[in-house]
């Protein structure tokens, strides 16, 4: 519905219409592309919850109906929880193209060797890190309040900036954990393929594709007690199946396929 409803529809230009792109750039900055399809998968998984949604309906009404979602509505909805507006709200969307966090307690800082985030979000998490860093001046001048205040580039962040860089990543991790402050070392997506816990998971998974051989990929993203699934085979080439749909769904023999692939119908 509405003026714009032939337009075309891809992740970035409903990045760019529904305020993603600017907020993430922030204030007086330049827009910012966010390269994962934030608006693709948010629909896609809109689309899951309102079948479910209508399945329930229809087993407690026995009446089926029609459901439709938009990229439109996921990109209102991924930014839902910034969307709630009152007097005085502090401004919770707006980012900036060099964002390192929103706190010095809540922050990206680069280590020795590469880099993490930090998020101590309780009064436990913040006596626990002055412990860790050991800075004499660290709880005295600062309360939890005043350090979760401060600007994420100010000068609680330019101290802590100095302290992180003296160890590396898996050194402050342990520490971190081991006090329970919430913490994450930041990964490339070549270590994320290589990391322990998303292969517990099943997070990813290997496929022989006809053409270019060995590919991993994503794998499931929910599991089921009692009806355990597989990705069974990898993404299709261009008409791969066109065949076997043809014949399974809509009845055709083998002939009337070979005359529609001879025609250049289908492929």
Request: aromatic letters at 8%; hydrophobic letters at 40%.
């Amino acid at each position: 519905d509405g003026p714009d409803y032939n337009q075309p529809s891809f992740d970035p230009l409903l990045q760019a219409h529904s305020g993603i792109m600017q907020a993430q750039g922030g204030h007086a900055q330049s827009p910012f592309y966010l390269t994962c399809g934030v608006c693709d998968y948010a629909a896609a998984t809109l689309t899951a919850y309102g079948v479910s949604a209508a399945l329930y309906a229809r087993n407690r009404t026995g009446k089926g109906q029609h459901v439709e979602t938009s990229l439109a509505n996921a990109a209102m909805a991924v930014q839902s929880g910034d969307f709630i507006f009152y007097p005085d709200r502090p401004d919770l969307e707006n980012g900036a193209s060099d964002l390192w966090g929103t706190s010095p307690l809540y922050r990206i800082y680069l280590t020795a060797d590469s880099s993490l985030f930090l998020a101590v979000v309780e009064e436990a998490h913040w006596q626990a890190l002055g412990q860790i860093v050991n800075h004499a001046d660290l709880r005295q001048n600062y309360s939890l309040q005043t350090a979760s205040e401060e600007d994420a580039d100010g000068a609680l962040s330019l101290t802590l900036a100095d302290i992180f860089r003296t160890q590396i990543t898996t050194d402050w991790i342990t520490q971190l954990d081991l006090a329970g402050i919430p913490c994450a070392p930041i990964l490339s997506i070549a270590e994320l393929f290589a990391d322990e816990h998303i292969a517990a998971n099943n997070l990813i998974t290997t496929h022989r594709h006809p053409e270019w051989g060995e590919v991993r990929q994503t794998g499931l993203f929910a599991t089921f007690s009692r009806t355990p699934a597989a990705i069974p085979r990898v993404a299709p080439i261009l008409g791969q199946h066109t065949s076997e749909v043809l014949r399974e769904v809509a009845g055709y023999d083998m002939e009337k396929v070979s005359q529609l692939i001879e025609a250049g119908a289908i492929k």
